[in-house]
């Protein structure tokens, strides 16, 4: 596609529920990364994926967060049992490759959980 | 553990006048360094980068960058602001070399151009 696209754009959802977020990269990137934008933490690194290799979860803040890459294209991103500080954007990412080459930002998508 | 640091959170500057917005990183280590930027109700959007070479680094609307090793810096300039440039600016790095390249942001300066 033209760009990086991510969906929901918009999720509301109760405390204890589960949510699944996803991206589409833009064709042709290796490199796929997952961010979360909140007021109090600014841009947080989340979860790297680099073709087929396995992921870099080093950013992901519980063991309520995990992410998958199927076919080395789309992703999804999962949060179990959701909580109130998990209400943020999640931005996702893509470049043709890691280090210096610019990384592509999806819209986001804005998680707020009541 | 690596760091970006913006001094400003919020940048309010008159239109036409110049601005600088500042950017300093932790590491010693060979980076690459990137603004990006955010304009309301819209996502982030590359504005320039440096990867190796000249210090002195453009965007296509006139910003521009210097990267000074010795001060770790990176601070982001236009000798002219307009109201368009009202936006959130964030700075970021990632090291080469290394296995991961995800960027490590600062916490954003919002710039304000006013009439």
């Known amino acids: 596609g033209a760009g990086v696209s991510q969906s929901p754009s918009n999720k509301v959802t109760e405390k204890g529920k589960d949510v699944e977020l996803r991206c589409d990269p833009i064709s042709g990137h290796t490199a796929l990364y997952w961010y979360r934008q909140s007021l109090g933490q600014g841009l947080e690194f989340l979860i790297y994926f680099q073709g087929n290799s396995a992921p870099d979860k080093s950013g992901l803040p519980s063991d309520r967060f995990s992410a998958e890459r199927t076919g080395g294209s789309v992703s999804t991103l999962t949060i179990q049992r959701t909580q109130q500080e998990d209400s943020a954007v999640y931005l996702c990412?893509?470049?043709?490759?890691?280090?210096?080459?610019?990384?592509?930002f999806g819209p986001g998508t804005r998680l707020t959980v009541l | 553990a690596q760091s970006v640091t913006q001094l400003d959170s919020q940048v309010p500057v008159f239109e036409e006048a110049p601005v600088e917005l500042r950017c300093n990183y932790s590491s010693s280590v060979s980076v690459y360094l990137f603004w990006y930027v955010q304009y309301p109700n819209q996502g982030l959007q590359l504005l320039l980068k440096y990867l190796s070479g000249s210090t002195l680094v453009e965007s296509i609307n006139g910003f521009e960058a210097e990267f000074n090793k010795s001060q770790t810096s990176f601070h982001l300039r236009k000798p002219s602001v307009h109201i368009s440039d009202t936006a959130e600016y964030f700075c970021?790095?990632?090291?080469?070399?290394?296995?991961?390249?995800?960027?490590?942001f600062g916490k954003g300066t919002k710039l304000s151009v006013k009439p």
């Open positions: 970021a790095v990632t090291y080469y070399g290394g296995s991961q390249g995800n960027l490590i």
């Open positions: 990412a893509s470049s043709y490759r890691e280090g210096g080459n610019e990384q592509f």
